[in-house]
Structure formats: C-alpha cells, structure tokens
C-alpha cells in the first residue's frame, strides 16, 4: 500500500492561486489529484504518468498543472485563477495501472472565496 500525504490547502481568494503537494511513500504508474465538494461525488482533477503524460478535468483545463518529480517521490498540482467552484477536498491518488483504484491520501482542504 502506498502511502500519501497531501499539504499546501487552504483558504484564498478567488482569482488566487495555490500549490498543493503530495508526498507519496513509492510513486505508481498514474498520479492523480481528485476532489469532492460538498454533496458531490470525488471527481478527477488531473492525472500523469510515469511517462509525463497529462490528463486534466475540462474545467480546470488552463488553470491547473500537474507535475511529478519521481527522485522526490512528489506530485504537486499547481492551481492559478482559482474559483468558487473550485472549493474542496483535493486528494492524492497514486495508481499501478488503469484498471486499478490505486491508494488514497487524506485529502487536504481548498476553499476558494469569492
């Protein structure tokens, strides 16, 4: 089991920006961050590979990076011109393979005022 520790929540404004961070104890083929606001199930926000590539939510497309540093065991979300809509729990993910639901970090909190 992999074990993933998420930081770099919390509260800004909207049109801010923030970075969030995942430490992850063995990095898997796909690493992802998804979310869950309030009432709604945990979607995809966006996902890379070991071989660099990149899949993004549409509504994040522009907005959002993702990046991985496999030497560091990290995979950081870069989030820029945040909105309201972008508020919740954002977790790690770290996946074997596509068939795969992967391993689960303890999610870290974004509140995105407007």
């Known amino acids: 089991q992999v074990q993933l520790v998420e930081s770099g929540g919390g509260l800004v404004q909207a049109g801010g920006s923030l970075r969030l961070s995942c430490a992850a104890s063995i990095m898997r083929f796909i690493m992802g961050w998804y979310r869950q606001a309030p009432g709604k199930p945990r979607e995809l926000v966006a996902s890379?590979?070991?071989?660099?590539?990149?899949n993004y939510a549409d509504s994040v497309k522009g907005r959002f990076t993702i990046s991985r540093d496999n030497a560091k065991n990290a995979v950081d979300l870069q989030m820029s011109s945040l909105k309201p809509e972008d508020t919740g729990i954002y977790y790690c993910?770290?996946?074997?393979?596509?068939?795969?639901?992967?391993?689960w970090g303890q999610g870290t909190q974004v509140t995105v005022s407007s």
């Open positions: 890379i590979t070991n071989g660099g590539a990149t």
């Open positions: 993910n770290a996946r074997a393979s596509l068939k795969s639901t992967g391993d």
